[in-house]
C-alpha cells in the first residue's frame, strides 16, 4: 500500500492568518531552545579552551564572537515570517548555488582542497550554507504538491535535480563527507514528504550497483579511509592514525574521564584536528562516558524540541522545513560521533555549535532560527497553490 505523507490536519483551513506584532513574536520565541543551544555551544568553547592549553586564543574567543553573531543571525531569522521564507525559497537555493561555482572559479584551496572563499572577515564554506537552501527548496517545492502527485516518479525529477546538481558540485571540491550529508537531508525531506520506502530501495540497490563504479573516481586518501575503516590496523601511523588516536582517547576517558585539562592524548598532541572534527574524542577523554552521554543527552532534546516543532506546524512548507533542518542537525551530530568512534569512515562533518569553525556554526545557528519561525509562525496558513509555486 502507498504510504501517505506525514502531515497533520490544516486546522487553520477557514480560519484568518494570525497577524503577530513584534512584541508578540518575541513573546513566542521558544527560549527553551535557545538556552539548549547555549548550553551545547559553551561545551564547546571550553572545549576550544581546553584544546589550546588553557588559552582563550586562538579559538575559544572566535568561536565565542560568532556564536554572538549567529545568535543576533538566529532571533532576526526566527522573527520573519515563514511566508517570506516561502517566498523566497528558490532564490536563496539559487544563491547558494551560484556561490558552489564561484568556488570552482575563485575559491581557495587549503588541504587539498577547494571549499572556502575569502570574504575578508570570514572563509565563507558554501557547501554548509547549501544544507540549508536545498531543505527550503525541497519544501517549498512538496509544498505545492498533493499527496497523490507525490507518489508519481515524474514529479520527482525535478526535486531529484535540486539535490543533484549542489552535490555534484561539492563532491568535485572534494567533500565527499558534505554531499552524503546533502543527500541524506534531501531522502529526509523526501521521506517526509510521502515518498514510498520502495523508491528509496530502488536508489538504495542501484547505489550499491554502482559502488565499483565510484570507488574509481574516489581521490587516493579517500580510499584510504575506507580501507582503514574495514581494516583499522592496516596502517596505524599512516591513514588510519586519526582514528586509532581517537579510539585510544575515547577509551582512555572511562566512566567520568581524566577532568577538564588533563586529557593527555589531546593535550601531547597525539590527536590531531582535536578543535574541529576530533573535539568530541577530547570531550570524552576529558569527561568520560558520562560527559558524553549528557552531551548526547542535551543534543536528543534540541532534536526532539526540531520535530515536535515540524509536526506541530499548520502548513506542509514549516513542517518539511522544520523537520529537515532537524534532520539536519542530526546527520551532524550522528555522522562526527560516528566518525571518531570507527563506526564510518572518517569524512569531514564538525560536531555542530562545538567543532570551531564559523561558516558551520553560522549554518547551523541561522537552520534554528528557521525553525523557530516555523514555531512562531505555526498557525499560519500558505496555500498550497500559488503564483510562482512550480520552478
Not at 74 to 82: E, K, Q, S, Y
Not at 286 to 295: A, D, H, P, Q, S
Not at 323 to 328: A, F, V
Request: charged residues 15%; positive net charge; hydrophobic residues 55%.
Amino acid at each position: 500500500m502507498a504510504r501517505r505523507p506525514m502531515m497533520l490536519p490544516d486546522y487553520s483551513i477557514g480560519m484568518r492568518n494570525p497577524e503577530m506584532t513584534l512584541g508578540e513574536k518575541i513573546w513566542q520565541i521558544n527560549w527553551i531552545m535557545i538556552l539548549l543551544t547555549t548550553l551545547v555551544a559553551s561545551t564547546g568553547f571550553a572545549m576550544l579552551y581546553s584544546a589550546a592549553n588553557g588559552n582563550m586564543d586562538p579559538w575559544a574567543s572566535r568561536q565565542i564572537t560568532r556564536f554572538a553573531i549567529g545568535l543576533a543571525i538566529m532571533l532576526t531569522v526566527a522573527l520573519v515570517d515563514v511566508r517570506i521564507w516561502f517566498r523566497h525559497a528558490y532564490l536563496i537555493y539559487l544563491a547558494g548555488l551560484a556561490l558552489l561555482v564561484a568556488v570552482e572559479l575563485v575559491g581557495e584551496t587549503g588541504m587539498g582542497a577547494r571549499r572556502w572563499i575569502d570574504l575578508g572577515f570570514i572563509q565563507l564554506q558554501p557547501s554548509e550554507v547549501m544544507k540549508v537552501a536545498v531543505i527550503l527548496a525541497l519544501a517549498r517545492h512538496f509544498h505545492g504538491m498533493a499527496s497523490e502527485e507525490v507518489g508519481r516518479l515524474g514529479n520527482l525529477l525535478i526535486p531529484m535535480l535540486l539535490i543533484a546538481a549542489p552535490t555534484a558540485l561539492v563532491l568535485k571540491q572534494p567533500d565527499l563527507g558534505t554531499s552524503i550529508m546533502l543527500a541524506a537531508v534531501g531522502a529526509a525531506v523526501f521521506f517526509c514528504a510521502g515518498v514510498r520506502l520502495w523508491k528509496f530501495a530502488a536508489v538504495g540497490a542501484a547505489g550499491l550497483a554502482l559502488i565499483p563504479i565510484a570507488w574509481q573516481f574516489l581521490h587516493e586518501y579517500q580510499r584510504a579511509r575506507v580501507l582503514n575503516f574495514l581494516n583499522p590496523e592496516s596502517d596505524p601511523l599512516g591513514s588510519g592514525y586519526h582514528l586509532f588516536q581517537s579510539k585510544i582517547a575515547l577509551g582512555s576517558g572511562g566512566l567520568f574521564g581524566k577532568g577538564f585539562l588533563l586529557g593527555t592524548q589531546s593535550h601531547l598532541n597525539f590527536l590531531p584536528e582535536k578543535h574541529t572534527d576530533f573535539i568530541f574524542t577530547m570531550f570524552a577523554e576529558e569527561f568520560g562516558m558520562v560527559g558524553g552521554l549528557t552531551l548526547l543527552g542535551l543534543y536528543a532534546l534540541l532534536l526532539a524540541f526540531g520535530f515536535a516543532i515540524g509536526l506541530r506546524a499548520r502548513n506542509q512548507f514549516g513542517r518539511l522545513l522544520a523537520i529537515g533542518l532537524t534532520c539536519n542537525l542530526f546527520f551532524y551530530v550522528f555522522i562526527n560521533i560516528a566518525m571518531v568512534m570507527g563506526l564510518i569512515p572518517v569524512v569531514g562533518v564538525p560536531l555542530p555549535l562545538i567543532s570551531y569553525g564559523g561558516t558551520a556554526m553560522l549554518t547551523v545557528m541561522g537552520g534554528l532560527g528557521l525553525v523557530m519561525s516555523v514555531y512562531i509562525h505555526r498557525d499560519i496558513r500558505i496555500p498550497r497553490r500559488g503564483p510562482g509555486d512550480d520552478l
